[in-house]
Nanobody, 122 residues
Framework: QVQLVESGGGLVQPGGSLRLSCAAS????????MGWYRRTPGKQRELVAT???????NYANSVKDRITISRDNAKNTVYLLMNSLKPEDTAVYYC????????????????WGRGTQVTVSS
């Protein structure tokens, strides 16, 4: 199957920066989209940013001026660079991938990482 493993979370002060990474592995034919979602206690998981295999990016309005998503397709890895972090960015960040494998159809299936905690606090 497919595994998505996040890294790079942690504690950062307000105004600081953090870079998250997520590497996909397994029985992968192709990855159509990769990205990041986040969830805070009591709230639903929300989009942060996604990027298609061709490089088109989609950002949530709340973060688009502070966050950059990028991908290394050769490494099946997606990155999220977060600048000017705010306490309200505190959340568990989940890696997402729309992946085609030998067992999915041509449209692939959605896969998720286990999440990495980002805490913005002084």
């Amino acid at each position: 199957q497919v595994q998505l493993v996040e890294s790079g979370g942690g504690l950062v002060q307000p105004g600081g920066s953090l870079r998250l990474s997520c590497a996909a592995s397994g029985n992968i034919f192709s990855i159509y989209a990769m990205g990041w979602y986040r969830r805070t206690p009591g709230k639903q998981r929300e989009l942060v940013a996604t990027m298609a295999s061709g490089g088109t990016a989609n950002y949530a309005n709340s973060v688009k001026d502070r966050i950059t998503i990028s991908r290394d397709n050769a490494k099946n890895t997606v990155y999220l660079l977060m600048n000017s972090l705010k306490p309200e960015d505190t959340a568990v960040y989940y890696c997402y991938g729309r992946v085609r494998t030998s067992e999915t159809g041509a449209y692939g299936s959605d896969y998720w990482g286990r999440g990495t905690q980002v805490t913005v606090s002084s």
